[in-house]
């Protein structure tokens, strides 16, 4: 069994900053990648920001130079370091890991995804 566990949302005011970790634990074998999405009531999901198994990152185009995303690779956390927030960063935010649950899958590039139940980060003044 895999769990993956979100901590740190809360209220913060507009121009505040809040600071987000996922820790995955149990039988992974590997992790390829990790993610922060986010879902506001009546919007779709999005993803906020990415980082590969090689560093690699990515973010979406509203948080660029507000966000960083970092990976302890050896701790299988990831954080999500969230600067001059805005009411429009207000969501749900969910992490998501991608990796292989044995060596077999590894070999066989058999991926697996796995996902946190979320934390809720609030920016209102």
């Known amino acids: 069994q895999v769990q993956v566990v979100e901590s740190g949302g809360g209220l913060v005011q507009p121009g505040g900053s809040l600071a987000l970790s996922c820790v995955a634990s149990g039988s992974i074998y590997s992790i390829n990648s990790m993610a922060w999405y986010r879902q506001a009531p009546g919007k779709q999901r999005e993803l906020v920001a990415h980082?590969?198994?090689?560093?690699?990152?990515n973010f979406t185009d509203s948080v660029k130079g507000r966000f960083t995303i970092s990976r302890d690779s050896a701790q299988n956390t990831v954080y999500l370091q969230m600067n001059s927030l805005k009411p429009e960063d207000t969501a749900a935010y969910y992490c998501?890991?991608?990796?292989?649950?044995?060596?077999?899958?590894?070999?066989?590039?058999?991926?697996?995804?796995?996902w946190g139940q979320g934390t809720q980060v609030t920016v209102s003044s």
């Open positions: 998501r890991i991608t990796g292989y649950a044995s060596l077999y899958d590894r070999r066989k590039k058999r991926g697996s995804d796995y």
């Open positions: 980082i590969t198994n090689s560093g690699t990152t």
